[in-house]
């Protein structure tokens, strides 16, 4: 199984904690960047030229990190992700989409921030990610506020932890202030307890820039 990604991406970092929390081995396959976009050669093994992509021996390669870590919760049951429950599974997902859909995308580093940056400059690109993570973290707040125990649902880890570490990490890059957020800054210090999160951080990937 190999991962194409780069350090850089929280798509690619939901990735790589699902593994890890799964216990699953992988290659990392790292893809760089220049001007903001992905390789040409990679560009060929995914049309899409965005990462995580998954190659598997088994059933060839898969993209997007939603649809990779669903692949997961069902191909690898042993270390689950997601509880029998459908209504607990679905509050989970509500969690998963609110990031993955209405996040991140609007604060893509890749894409969107450049486009931002090329259209109004450094100073309305911070702001402009800072807007629609705080947005989308007041409701985030709210809901896990009433969902979560130890981590982000109940005391058991879940693909909502795998989304909201990475998400957090995103709002501490664009400087969003997390005074408001109590109860994702205590799942956040609950869950780099686990050896899974501390590794799966960008700067420890092998192709974190050195200088």
Not at 51 to 66: F, N, R
Not at 113 to 134: C, F, P, S, T
Not at 156 to 168: E, H, K, N, S, Y
């Amino acid at each position: 199984m190999r991962l194409y990604t780069f350090w850089g991406s929280s798509c690619a970092w939901r990735v790589r904690l699902a593994l890890a929390l799964k216990g699953i081995p992988y290659e990392y396959q790292a893809v760089g960047f220049a001007n903001g976009l992905l390789d040409d050669e990679f560009s060929k093994i995914n049309p899409l030229g965005m990462v995580p992509a998954l190659e598997t021996e088994e059933d060839g390669l898969l993209i997007d990190s939603v649809a990779i870590v669903e692949y997961l919760e069902e191909k690898y049951p042993e270390k689950p992700l997601l509880p029998k429950n459908l209504k607990q599974r679905a509050t989970i997902r509500q969690i998963v989409n609110l990031i993955a859909s209405n996040i991140q995308p609007l604060q893509n580093g890749g894409r969107v921030m450049n486009m931002i940056k090329e259209k109004l400059g450094d100073e309305e690109r911070l702001k402009w990610a800072q807007h629609w993570i705080v947005i989308g973290f007041n409701a985030l707040e709210e809901i896990v506020k009433k969902t979560s125990g130890k981590y982000c649902f109940g005391d058991t880890l879940t693909l909502a932890d795998v989304f909201v570490i990475p998400q957090i990490g995103n709002a501490e890059r664009y400087k969003v202030d997390m005074t408001p957020y109590p109860t994702l800054r205590r799942l956040k210090e609950e869950l780099h307890k686990l050896e899974e999160v501390r590794q799966s951080v960008p700067r420890l990937q092998p192709d974190f820039p050195t200088e």
